[in-house]
């Protein structure tokens, strides 16, 4: 790794080069301005670690470095915070000691691994926040509801978030929920018993069972009828499901995500979502 350090600060630049060289990365230092800039512009640099006073000069690198290597990173030692229109990778508090930096590289590491492997693709700061934002509820077991236009990837980030989480090794059951008649969408959810309806010949798992010990991801759950969503509402509150036609309720260990583009808060005033 090659790290560009922009800085005065004598003790800063001491500690940098002490911490990574010793370990075979490489720290080139700078004190700023355009050999900053050129430094950039001319070498891959892995990391730049600014510590200076002009947010321009800090601006420009951020842009030259994202422009000439894409996974590149910049992040800054400020006392407070840095402006939102310069887009750092992150954010240093003085006085800086390794672990925090290494807290950090882990971090990023950790992010461009989610991003790579689950094919997301986003450079603006926009869905930089999505992505950090996905990274973050990965790892807990909390219900997510993603909203957004068609096209806008939301299934790939469902199951991105539950391939880094720690149920990636459970089943991950997309249902779409406005593809499925109303009068079938009970069935499919919670499965039925023999004999239930005509035509129920035998025992049917629904997807929440199918799903049990992993994640169940309703798509365009916008589209769902009321009267399923009083029994979607039931499950997500007791975690238990009941078949139709049967008579035992069934615990389900089950992470919900659902997506949606419909603006659910207006379709609850209207009263078509609970």
């Given at each position: 790794m090659t790290i560009l350090v922009v800085s005065k600060d004598e003790e800063l630049r001491k500690g940098m080069v002490s911490w990574f060289e010793g370990e075979g990365g490489h720290v080139v230092l700078s004190e700023g301005g355009r050999p900053a800039l050129s430094?950039?512009?001319?070498?891959?640099?892995?990391?730049?670690?600014?510590?200076?006073?002009?947010?321009?000069?800090?601006?420009?690198?951020?842009r030259e470095a994202k422009r000439h290597y894409p996974k590149g990173m910049v992040v800054s030692v400020s006392d407070g915070d840095v402006p939102s229109w310069v887009q750092v990778d992150g954010v240093l508090e003085r006085p800086v000691v390794k672990e925090d930096l290494e807290r950090f590289l882990r971090h990023v590491e950790e992010r461009e691994r989610f991003l790579s492997e689950n094919g997301l693709i986003g450079r603006s700061e926009a869905m930089q926040e999505v992505f950090e934002t996905a990274l973050e509820v990965a790892h807990t077991d909390v219900q997510v509801l993603l909203t957004g236009e068609n096209g806008t990837g939301k299934d790939l980030l469902a199951k991105a978030i539950h391939s880094h989480s720690p149920r990636k090794e459970g089943p991950f059951i997309p249902v779409n929920c406005g593809a499925i008649p109303e009068s079938l969408i009970e069935s499919?959810?919670?499965?039925?018993?023999?004999?239930?309806?005509?035509?129920?010949?035998?025992?049917?798992?629904?997807?929440?069972?199918?799903?049990?010990?992993?994640?169940?991801?309703?798509?365009?759950?916008?589209?769902?009828?009321?009267?399923?969503?009083?029994?979607?509402?039931?499950?997500?509150?007791?975690?238990?499901?009941?078949?139709?036609?049967?008579?035992?309720?069934?615990?389900?260990?089950v992470r919900v995500i659902a997506a949606t583009n419909r603006d659910l808060r207006q379709e609850v005033l209207e009263g078509n979502f609970r």
């Open positions: 430094l950039v512009e001319r070498g891959n640099v892995d990391l730049v670690v600014w510590d200076g006073e002009d947010v321009r000069e800090l601006e420009a690198l951020c499919e959810l919670f499965g039925y018993e023999r004999g239930a309806f005509t035509g129920a010949t035998g025992r049917r798992v629904g997807m929440f069972e199918a799903a049990h010990g992993g994640t169940i991801f309703l798509d365009e759950i916008g589209e769902m009828p009321l009267s399923a969503q009083v029994k979607l509402l039931r499950v997500l509150d007791e975690r238990k499901i009941m078949r139709i036609g049967g008579r035992e309720q069934i615990s389900v260990d």
